[in-house]
Nanobody
Framework: QVQLVESGGGLVQAGGSLRLSCAAS????????VGWFRQAPGKEREFVAA????????DYADSVKGRFTISRDNAKNTVYLQMNSLKPEDTAVYYC??????????????????WGQGTQVTVSS
């Protein structure tokens, strides 16, 4: 069993930055691949970024490439999502998710077994 807790969300003006954290407990964190997804009101959940357990490989949605960076600190059992140059369309609840096996499709929600409760990110124009 894995527990995931997101933090770091909030209200920020367009062009600003936020860093989200996903703290994991309950299982060897270093063996988990982790992804970030988001869901805006009235929209489907969408993939944002993912990092493999090896931390060698990362994947990003086209909409966030060059603005968001995913990283991990296995010593702290935490994955981060640094979000720069935020836009109003980035407004959503952001969720982290953990895959207990290496994913073949980072953007596929079915790849992930455990999910956090989410943290709200609001970007004002």
């Amino acid at each position: 069993q894995v527990q995931l807790v997101e933090s770091g969300g909030g209200l920020v003006q367009a062009g600003g930055s936020l860093r989200l954290s996903c703290a994991a407990s309950g299982r060897a964190f270093s063996s988990l691949s982790v992804g970030w997804f988001r869901q805006a009101p009235g929209k489907e959940r969408e993939f944002v970024a993912a990092i493999r357990w090896t931390a060698v490989s990362t994947d990003y949605a086209d909409s966030v490439k060059g603005r968001f960076t995913i990283s991990r600190d296995n010593a702290k059992n935490t994955v981060y999502l640094q979000m720069n140059s935020l836009k109003p369309e980035d407004t959503a609840v952001y969720y982290c998710a953990a895959a207990i096996r290496p994913y073949r499709n980072a953007a596929g929600a079915w790849e992930y077994t455990y999910w956090g409760q989410g943290t709200q990110v609001t970007v004002s124009s």
